[in-house]
């Protein structure tokens, strides 16, 4: 009897056991399982200035029952706004956006966010982590609608000329002008010395003094602030009328009727650049006059009034261009101006114009500069002395000619172009036998000079234009004296 309680009991036991198994399987297949890939995030080095940070976890139910969060807790200055309002379904996933707020921090950091729900009876845990960098400072920042100002024409018994440049702080931070220095004792600066709020303006006054300065000018000011680039360069210019007694000393030359400060003009310019030179002229002629230019070539402009009464004092313009212009060396042309006083006397004189047309240097990299050609002239001066003219046969003018050598060398890296070498005098003849030079290669520069040619006394310049970025016009002076 015993025996088959035991086995009744055992087989009691058995299904008991049975049904626990069964009824707990049961169960736990119908549970929902909370599961997040990456629970931490790591928000690396983030700027207070840029406001709260955004993450978004993706949460996804693994189990086998509807995922319900009912809260989310997080940490002081993390904020969860954000999260699935409807049960996630098996299988599926649904988004938890959490905000931090880096404001009034600075350092490392990690927050926690406690999300509950009915897959764990304690909260799944979120992590979000990284640095909040100090807040920077505001910058102040110097900002001017145009650093250049044009006087245009100012009379010198005018004396001073004034303008006020207006300076506006751009920036988040006050601006602060420290110094203004002027380039040269001409102008006397001024400054708002209060530091210039975000947004507000200041001045920069500059007065030009004209006084015993006729002529076209162009002068900087640079100006000392706390801002990051340190220093702005302001730029004034105009031209200045002189007073009458200033014209004699200034008047210097003469081209025909016309007195004019210097009377041949001199350019240097690469490929796309522009120069313009201006001078006073004034009609001596005691009557009025007429005035015209012609043969004037496409990269010459030439300004001149075309009438000067007498006594009258204007200025005259030639500009030089390189655009379109592919050539390299010297160029020497002549402009014809041609003056016709109110009685019909006719004039036509020329006014040299020379250009060095080199180079455009502005683009060479500081390895390309050191690896340059480098023009190396072995004199820079050659004086013939005094050159005696032979009368040659039956008393005839002889044709044999004084000459000198230089030698050109190549010290340099790269291969150095003698683009010319040329004399605004034809009586100067100039030779030279290589126009293109290897490193360390030398070429030989041979000047003749007619002594029959020099008059009383010979002083001009040989130019030499080449590629040397150092010095890429060079003179050599050639003089010589005439014997009797």
Same mark, same amino acid.
């Given at each position: 009897m015993t025996k088959k309680v035991k086995t009744v009991h055992g087989?009691?036991?058995?299904?008991?056991?049975?049904?626990?198994?069964?009824?707990?399987?049961?169960?736990?297949?119908?549970?929902?399982v909370i599961t997040v890939d990456q629970p931490v995030h790591d928000f690396g080095s983030i700027q207070e200035k840029d406001g709260e940070a955004a993450h978004t976890f993706v949460v996804k139910n693994t189990g086998n029952a509807p995922l319900t969060i009912s809260q989310i807790v997080a940490s002081r200055d993390c904020t969860a706004p954000q999260w699935p309002e409807k049960p996630i379904e098996a299988g599926q996933t649904g988004n938890i956006r959490v905000l931090f707020n880096p404001a009034g921090q600075s350092g490392a950091f990690e927050k926690t966010i406690h999300i509950y729900s009915d897959a764990l009876p304690e909260p799944y845990m979120l992590t979000v982590k990284g640095n909040v960098s100090s807040k920077p400072e505001g910058e102040p920042v110097f900002t001017i609608d145009d650093p250049v100002f044009d006087f245009g024409f100012i009379n010198e018994e005018d004396i001073d000329a004034i303008h006020v440049f207006r300076v506006k702080n751009t920036g988040t931070a006050p601006l602060v002008i420290s110094h203004v220095q002027s380039s040269c004792g001409c102008m006397e600066p001024e400054w708002t010395k209060d530091p210039i709020a975000p947004g507000k303006m200041g001045d920069v006054v500059i007065t030009y003094v004209a006084k015993n300065r006729p002529g076209p000018f162009a002068k900087n000011i640079t100006v000392y602030t706390n801002e990051k680039k340190f220093r702005q360069r302001l730029t004034i210019k105009g031209d200045v009328i002189p007073v009458e007694r200033n014209l004699t000393k200034a008047l210097s030359d003469t081209i025909g009727i016309i007195q004019i400060e210097y009377k041949s003009f001199t350019f240097t310019l690469h490929n796309g650049q522009e120069q313009t030179q201006s001078v006073w002229i004034k009609n001596f002629s005691g009557e009025d006059a007429t005035l015209s230019l012609s043969n004037i070539p496409p990269f010459l402009a030439a300004e001149a009034p075309g009438q000067l009464k007498s006594g009258a004092v204007e200025r005259f313009k030639i500009t030089a261009s390189g655009n379109g212009v592919d050539v390299k060396g010297r160029v020497l042309h002549l402009l014809e101006w041609k003056m016709v006083t109110a009685s019909g006397k006719t004039r036509i004189e020329t006014i040299p114009v020379a250009i060095n047309f080199v180079d455009d240097?502005?683009?060479?990299?500081?390895?390309?500069?050191?690896?340059?050609?480098?023009?190396?002239?072995?004199?820079?001066?050659?004086?013939?002395?005094?050159? /005696? $003219? +032979? =009368?040659?046969?039956?008393?005839?003018?002889?044709?044999? /000619? $004084? +000459? =000198?050598?230089?030698?050109?060398?190549?010290?340099?890296q790269s291969p150095l172009a003698l683009h010319s070498a040329t004399c605004d005098d034809p009586k100067l003849l100039i030779d030279i036998d290589k126009k293109t030079l290897q490193p360390t290669e030398s070429a030989t520069l041979t000047v003749s000079l007619k002594p029959a040619d020099v008059r009383q006394s010979f002083a001009k310049d040989i130019i030499i234009i080449c590629n040397d970025h150092r010095g890429p016009v060079r003179n050599i002076g050639i003089y010589a004296e005439r014997g009797k």
């Open positions: 087989f009691t036991v058995f299904l008991l056991n049975c049904f626990l198994l069964s009824g707990f399987q049961g169960w736990s297949q119908n549970k929902p240097f502005s683009k060479m990299t500081a390895a390309e500069k050191q690896s340059g050609a480098e023009m190396q002239l072995s004199e820079e001066k050659i004086d013939f002395g005094i050159l /005696k $003219a +032979s =009368r040659g046969f039956l008393g005839l003018g002889s044709n044999k /000619k $004084a +000459s =000198r050598q230089i030698t050109v060398t190549n010290t340099g």
